[in-house]
């Protein structure tokens, strides 16, 4: 093969070169004619400079080959002269992105959406596969005239970066216009660096300008990716939500591929002639891959469910969110329905107890779309996306916060102060919701709108397993977002997450010293309830994931609940310092309701996944007609009680 091809040369005596048809990082794209097979190809040449790089290449490219996917450029062939290797193509007559926006100018949103969605299609395909594209630009983007979008290079550059390439960005893979800020800091390419590219290249299409803004030296652009400064949309429109969730900063707080591409869809789907097309290219890829078809199952017709139960407001929050205090009110507010799993699992109820090592919990393949599932995996700051909130300021996830069914997003100000929230909170059962505005039915969930209370807007959506999931938008200061604002955009995504599958589940295990690995109804017993005259062990009712548990007396006016809880820290506006066993603890009357005292004890202090200090605690509260000094005696001598049972169930605390 002549160092420099022209039209009429084979490819290991197939591949006929007719002419060439763009260029790349990787040199000249020729259109070929595959004769063996009568077909035409598109043939990539990559010049290595040594045996490892070509392996590597090879590699990538036998990757590339095993995706099949309508919105994947196929790979069919490589081939190693030497000096060059050959990537054989399926061609595509198409236009890239970046052609069409330098001869036509920024894209509608619905048109680069439509575009979007697709692409992220075939990166949750490659994904699945275990291969990671590393180049997602305009330029690797390809558009058909019918408007189908193809990604290509599958792989391929990100072999070439780490063997071949070096240029003024040193060691920093891809174009920096597009690059995610994890790989302007030094890190490898991975899943969502993939996704970011993609937000990236259709922040381009509908801005007209990469999401970095415009620089004169390519060294601007990777500053300013490392430092994660990011322009302001102006033209995104519909695509505003999905292309800020795309564009996080912060790696694991982005969608993956499989996510984005659902945002994307929402927002902006293919034209109805082009879902068809798209279906009947899936249709036949599975036919030629399967050589059959799986009879479609069909879903059982489900009615509304009914409502019962009463609502229950949110939980306390100090420093950052102002709860009400009947938040810790849960005579038979919370009842059975409990699955209990796995190996940190609790026993049965006349089991007390014990430890066990940690283990990834999975959901049954049976759980349906809409349900909670097993309780004690059900992840509910998988239903919340920071992103889908930014338009209300800039917002954090806080997952390490009150109950551990609980997750929140906190909103800022332009001063950095937090002056709203937003909560999920996780129901073992539904609620009788006194303050009804409307129901209504979408994408076959309940949604229960609630009428506004002062600062706060509660919703409630009705899972198809018979529990609910709470939505609670709050203000935190006299100038803040509307909370109903808030609220109905959480549910919004709340509902879209629902509408494809289960709750989300968590991604870990407890730490082997969590009382998430505890069952609150095993930490007192029938006699320690002897404490509280007319108070039953068998009056009890399991909060969700046994978290919380609660025993009464058969008149409902004597109660002790235990709640496992998080806070930043407990001081002196928990309450008066109290000794539990040894532990310093906090005490307040009354706060819960009239006639009631609540003791706080901190179990650990541990850095959670945002990176904060959180001090895990658990709260006992004494429901009682007894003087106030009496009534919180009795609540830590209770406390105590849990302290030692804790500690026996948990030896290494």
Known sequence: MPVTPEAGNRIAGRYLLREPIGSGGMGVVWLAWDERLERRVAVKCARLDDDRAARRLMGEARNAGRLHHPNIVGVFDFIDEGAACWIVMEYVPSRSLAQILTENGPLTPEEAGSIGCQIAAALAKSHGEGVVHGDVTPENILVTDEGVARLTDFGISRALWSDVTHSATGSVPGKPRYLAPELAKGQPAGEKSDVFSLGASLFMAVEGRSPYGEAEHIMAYLTRAAEGHLEPMHRGGTLTGPLTALLEVEPRRRPDAARARKLLTRAAPPPPHLQEQLRDSRTRDLMHRTLRLSRPVRRPRESTPSMVQSPQPA???????????????????????????????????????????????????????????????????????????????????????????????????????????????????????????????????????????????????????????????????????????????????????????????????????????????????????????????????????????????????????????????????????????????????????????????????????????????????????????????????????????????????
């Open 315 to 653: 939980g306390r929050r100090r420093n950052r969110v102002v709860i009400t205090a009947a938040a810790l009110v849960g005579a038979g507010a919370i009842t059975g329905g409990l699955v209990l799993f796995g190996p940190w699992a609790s026993k049965d109820d006349g089991d007390q107890g014990g430890r066990s090592g940690a283990a990834d919990a999975k959901p049954p393949a049976t759980v349906r779309a809409g349900a909670l599932g097993e309780e004690r995996t059900a992840d509910p700051c998988g239903l919340l996306d920071a992103a889908s909130l930014s338009r209300f300021g800039g917002t954090g996830l806080d997952p390490d916060y009150g109950e551990i069914d609980r997750c929140d997003v906190l909103v800022r100000n332009n001063s950095g102060h937090d002056n709203a929230d937003v909560q999920v909170n996780l129901d073992s059962d539904r609620d009788d919701f006194d303050d009804v505005v409307s129901t209504r039915l979408v994408d076959g969930l309940t949604v229960v709108t609630l009428k506004r209370d002062e600062r706060a807007c509660e919703r409630a959506v009705l899972s198809t397993d018979g529990k609910q999931i709470r939505v609670i938008g709050k203000q935190l200061n006299e100038v803040a977002p509307d909370p109903c604002q808030m609220a109905d955009a959480a549910t919004d995504h709340v509902v879209g997450v629902l509408a494809d599958g289960p709750v989300p589940r968590r991604s870990s295990s407890p730490d082997a010293d969590s009382l998430a690995r505890l069952d609150a109804c095993t930490l007192l017993d029938a006699i320690e309830l002897e404490r509280l005259p007319g108070v039953e062990v068998d009056n009890r009712d399991r909060g969700f994931g046994s978290w919380t548990c609660d025993w009464s007396s058969d008149d409902g006016v004597r109660e002790v609940e235990i709640q496992f809880s998080r806070d930043d820290s407990l001081d002196a506006d928990d309450g008066t310092l109290v000794n539990v066993a040894g532990t310093k603890s906090y005490f307040i009357a009354d706060e819960a309701e009239a006639d009631s005292c609540t003791v706080r004890t901190p179990h650990r202090t541990y850095t959670d996944s945002a990176g904060d200090r959180t001090t895990e605690l658990f709260q006992l509260t004494v429901y009682a007609p007894q003087p106030a000094g009496q009534l919180c005696d009795t609540a830590t001598e209770f406390a105590a009680e849990v302290v030692g049972n804790i500690q026996k169930r948990l030896p290494e605390t």
